[in-house]
């Protein structure tokens, strides 16, 4: 008869669970650095705060730290979370395509500027309408300014879903406001209002807000990424937004020694 119990007590739990994850860790972590640099602006990240960072970020400058296997289960948290929501607005009865129908895959669009630059990015869908068969629909239908409507989907944790439903995307989440400005602008999507979604990562609450259309925020980092893109072309160093290194925005950077001549 086999002993099961002396298989189980082989190896302790504690560092079974040490070994196991940190071999997925690795995994992660290895599949991450395979990845090669994004050749484009994106508009994720034009709407950060330190524009040296998005230039190094965009420059494809080397990480002074690379991400943690941790991290990279977050962001595939927040991945896979993006395709659950669109799979439940779709069992609603919303049509929302996340991908474009004609090519398979996602939204996307690109810009070029100057001599080899890119603004680019791929959004998390359009809704077209609402299928008669929605509940409450004519209820849902009064808050909507019509279709189509760029739909933008993002999972947060407990602290920050409840900092946005408080305060809306604009006041708690500005990056993921310029975000939605620059998709609206460059898919031409202004004529009616951003559906924006977001899924609390503790519970599953969803929240839903709509964005309009904010012209002059569009503008302003339009030409933000034009400028960051024509000084990477100049060989230029775009100046520091914080000028202490033990600021936090510094202290999370990933860039952080080699902006402040530690390598
Ligand atoms: S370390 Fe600070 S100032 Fe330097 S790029 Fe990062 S956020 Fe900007």
Known sequence: MVDFRTNFAATPIDLFNK?????????????????????YLG?????????????YGYMGQEKDYQF???TLRIFDFGHESETLMANWMKKAGIMLEDYNPKTG???????????EGKVSGHCDGIIKGLKD????????????????CLWEAKSMN??????????GVRESHFNYYVQVQLYMAFMKLTDNLCWFTSVNKDTAELHHEFIGYDAEIAQQYSDRAFEIIMAT????????????PTYFQCKWCDWRDTCWGKK
């Open 233 to 244: 072309e100049r060989g230029e160093l775009l100046p520091r937004a914080f000028d202490d």
């Open 105 to 115: 895959k996602q939204w996307e669009f690109e810009i070029s500027v100057g001599k």
């Open 19 to 39: 070994k196991v994850n940190g071999a997925i860790d690795s995994a992660l972590e290895k599949e991450n650095a395979a990845f090669p640099p994004r050749k």
């Open 68 to 70: 943690q296997g941790k």
């Open 133 to 148: 068969h929605v509940k409450d629909r004519v209820e849902i239908e009064k808050y909507i300014h019509g279709f189509p």
């Open 158 to 167: 407990n602290s920050k879903w409840n900092a946005f439903k408080k305060k």
């Open 43 to 55: 508009p994720s990240a034009i709407g950060q705060d330190c524009m040296r960072k998005v230039q």
